[in-house]
């Protein structure tokens, strides 16, 4: 089960523990992720998986979690003679951050509505309190 939410404000965080907190992206996501925004252009999965020490299955993978979030970008990218193969690059951090807030404004919204809704489910009021002895 999750830590409390008291608990979690109570740790210290980095900015890269947002990528878990509201994606659940995994260590080597994030170690992925910081690959392709310290290359500076675009990589292939082999090369991310080779960077990472992972084989290129598991980095994959990592990739795909990435891209699915809205984390990174894919490109195709084509040979002269056929044929083509894929890059990956950060998406803009801009881009990524106003996501994440839309995300936290949601979910700021749906708690207020809960903790309302159980106000209103819990409320008692003080005239109707009476201690039957």
Not at 47 to 71: C, D, K, M, P
Not at 102 to 114: I, P, S, T, V
Request: charged fraction near 30%.
């Amino acid at each position: 089960m999750p830590d409390s939410m008291s608990e979690q404000l109570k740790q210290d965080m980095e900015c890269e523990g947002l990528l878990e907190c509201f994606h659940g992206l995994k260590q080597l996501d994030k170690q992925c992720f910081q690959v392709l925004v310290r290359a500076g252009e675009p990589l292939t999965v082999d090369e991310v998986a080779e960077i990472v020490e992972r084989e290129r299955s598991t980095a994959y993978r990592s990739i795909q979690r990435l891209l699915q979030s809205g984390f990174i970008q894919k490109e195709q990218v084509n040979y002269e003679q056929g044929g083509y193969y894929h890059v990956y690059s950060p998406t803009d951090p801009e881009k990524i951050s106003d996501s994440m807030q839309r995300m936290l404004n949601d979910w700021y919204a749906k708690m207020g509505q809960l903790i309302q809704e159980f106000e209103d489910k819990y409320e008692r009021p003080d005239a109707e309190l009476t201690v039957e002895g």
